[in-house]
């Protein structure tokens, strides 16, 4: 066995990660106390393996719900129907309000009418970007997305880009698949919601831990996860697990030592919009244009911070007791046969998939930086952005399992490998994908984190002229 199989990934010291995270400190909303103090967490963790640690703060906008209810009329009497509201979306008047069911079996515009107007829209389907627009021009009441898979509670998601700017003003929320075959089976017809969101300025934190490379320390490899999880949840698998694997490889690799700079990254708020990648891609793209500015900048010999990333590893979804690892790689094709090759030595099923995924390495990919993304599938995963995602189904066997292929991999092509196997390129036939990635990481996390940035400096803007008008008195 040489040196770069031999593997030191312990599943037991992950699984003491996932259970910090997931049920000491429980639910990690972005922007929230519950994210914040995971984000102390991780960051003590990384400094305890003598790596170089900061934290990247950025604003966001953090929400929750303070009442959400459903009544439908079957006949003359009223029941509750369980529904779960969608974070920052509008809120309807104190009382609630009443108004007429309207049901729709399918998401194609062309079923969008002025038949809605007015009225509580139960729709069964993914609108498809673009098309939220189209939804929001028939001026409904209401909007509550019916779960097209059968599933034991709705998703918890909030509205983000394009959905935020098309639906805002309107209550929407999400519910079982069952209960909207309930609601039609009983053929009722008239509804009543009460929904009460709050929203509040707040940020959010990237937790990096660097090791500096000893032959190549100008070649930066990113292995990152994020550790935020949806409203209300622990999840566990998503994505304590991931954040395990990436503390976890830290301490192992940074034990073995590297040629190259590894940039091990915590994300924040990546549920509510991929938002801590997003503003780390955009800060590379920033210095990058500042120093190629520099008169002292030489474009052959120089490299800019955005030029030295060569790699990032992506570790979303792990920790299934049962399920099917996979892998979505941006980038050249050596990187989907270094993984099929691997599996096979180790004996390890991964399957390889071109393309994006949404996850924490697609805005890196979409400035040209090539990503690997590891994820682990099927089974109880279909509980995620949900109270069910805890950690009754996650197993310190599948950490390691996970964790060792990982250790193997980049220990081969990235800490020891006299130079790097894969070429920093993302071709042509992969920029249309990612695309929608690279426009919101130069644009920003979207509006949401550009209001609170603005919110915030106001706010903070109002204290000293406050504090002057006391003392005048």
Request: proline share 4%; charged share 25%.
């Amino acid at each position: 066995m040489d040196k770069t199989t031999r593997t030191q990934f312990d599943g037991r010291k992950a699984m003491a990660h996932v259970e910090h995270l997931a049920v000491t400190i429980g639910p990690r909303l972005t922007g929230t106390p519950g994210e914040h103090t995971a984000a102390a967490y991780i960051e003590k963790t990384f400094k305890s393996f003598g790596l170089s640690t900061h934290r990247q703060k950025f604003p966001v906008q953090t929400f929750d719900s303070a009442k959400c209810r459903l009544a439908v009329q079957d006949g003359r009497k009223w029941r509750d129907v369980p529904i779960q509201p969608v974070g920052l979306s509008a809120s309807t008047p104190a009382a609630g309000f009443t108004g007429k069911l309207h049901v729709l079996e399918s998401a194609d515009p062309d079923y969008f009418t002025s038949e809605m107007a007015g009225k509580i829209v139960l729709l069964c389907g993914k609108v498809k970007p673009g098309d939220h627009f189209k939804l929001a021009a028939c001026k409904p009441k209401a909007v509550i997305f019916v779960e097209e898979h059968l599933t034991e509670e709705p998703v918890r998601v909030n509205l983000r880009g394009e959905t935020l700017e098309a639906l805002g003003k309107v209550p929407v929320g999400r519910m079982r698949h069952l209960d909207g075959v309930d609601i039609v089976a009983r053929g009722a017809t008239k509804a009543r919601l009460k929904m009460v969101n709050t929203q509040r300025a707040s940020h959010c934190f990237n937790v990096i831990g660097e090791l500096t490379g000893t032959d190549r320390p100008d070649e930066i490899v990113v292995i990152c996860g994020h550790y935020d999880s949806s409203r209300g949840v622990a999840g566990a698998s998503d994505n304590a697990g991931g954040a395990a694997l990436v503390m976890e490889l830290a301490r192992v690799l940074s034990a073995a030592g590297s040629k190259r700079t590894l940039r091990f990254i915590a994300f924040g708020g990546e549920e509510t919009g991929l938002q801590g990648s997003r503003h780390y891609a955009r800060e590379l793209l920033k210095a990058d244009k500042r120093q190629r500015k520099l008169k002292t900048f030489n474009d052959k010999t120089d490299k800019t911070e955005l030029a030295r990333h060569v790699l990032t590893f992506n570790a979303d979804v792990h920790g299934a007791v049962l399920g099917k690892h996979n892998f979505k790689y941006s980038g050249s094709e050596d990187l989907a046969a270094a993984v099929r090759l691997l599996a096979k030595e180790l004996g390890v099923a991964t399957g390889t998939e071109r393309g994006p995924m949404s996850s924490d390495g697609s805005p890196l990919a979409a400035i040209g930086i090539p990503a690997l993304q590891f994820a682990r599938g099927g089974g109880t995963t279909g509980y995620l952005h949900s109270t069910l995602d805890d950690i009754r189904f996650v197993s310190p066997d599948a950490l390691e399992k996970a964790g060792r292929f990982s250790e193997v991999l980049l220990k081969r092509y990235v800490t020891t490998a006299a130079a790097m196997a894969f070429p920093r390129e993302i071709p042509d036939g992969q920029k249309a994908d990612l695309e929608k990635y690279k426009v919101t990481a130069e644009r920003g996390a979207g509006k949401v984190g550009r209001a609170a940035g603005k919110r915030a400096t106001k706010k903070a803007a109002k204290k000293p002229a406050k504090k002057a008008k006391r003392r005048a008195r």
